[in-house]
């Protein structure tokens, strides 16, 4: 049996990429929609976060990613010694996101938390699976309600593939614009995924000082 290859391309992405924190030992970024965070197989897909960035910053390693069309905020080291530090703290969960979405239909309650277990899907997708999944969770708190839409701020209690996306399709509210995890509605509604890394807190590796980042929502 064959395994599935990734047959997607990535259309140009003309947007920069924004420093939002700098100095000798790591950056914080603004990723804009729509460019990978890693250049991919595929020669054409090889415009990326990391490509970018290892132009100016040779010795830049991301600490985490972001899906193709997700924004905001992304945190890359620049030396290995350093990436190890972040990625335990990402792994001890002392690292805090939260997000912003534009969801499909109207949500109900004000707050609550998402609790559906991830497991592989049928490549790309994952899919939730109450035998063979992980336990994932993810805060909610609404923070507008339009016209057949909701805007909520999400915190990810867990870090898995797709989290936030495949939560919102599993509320039965799948995020805007979501091309894995929507309805043809709901990905005809916006020209982009609107979900965005608006926030990160995390110890810095060297100092021990507390950082908190913010990077305001686009849409």
Known sequence: MTA???EFI????????????QDEHILLIDKPSGLLSLS????????SVHYRLTKHFPSALLVHRLDFGTSGIMLVALSKEVVK??????SNRE?????EAVLHGDVLEDQGVLDFPISKGEFPRQQVCYTTGKPSQSEYE???RY???TRVRYKPLTGRTH????????????ILGCDLYGTPESERSAKRLLLHASTLVFTHPVNGQEMSIEAPCPF
């Open 163 to 174: 989290q936030l996306r495949l939560h919102s399709h599993a509320f039965g509210h799948p």
């Open 4 to 6: 599935k290859v990734d």
């Open 85 to 90: 530090a972040l990625n335990q703290q990402f």
């Open 40 to 47: 991919g197989k595929h020669p054409a897909n090889l415009d």
């Open 147 to 149: 016209n057949r839409s």
């Open 142 to 144: 609404v923070l507008a």
């Open 95 to 99: 690292v805090t996101k939260t997000y």
């Open 10 to 21: 990535a259309p140009v992405c003309h947007d920069e990429i924004k420093i939002l924190h």
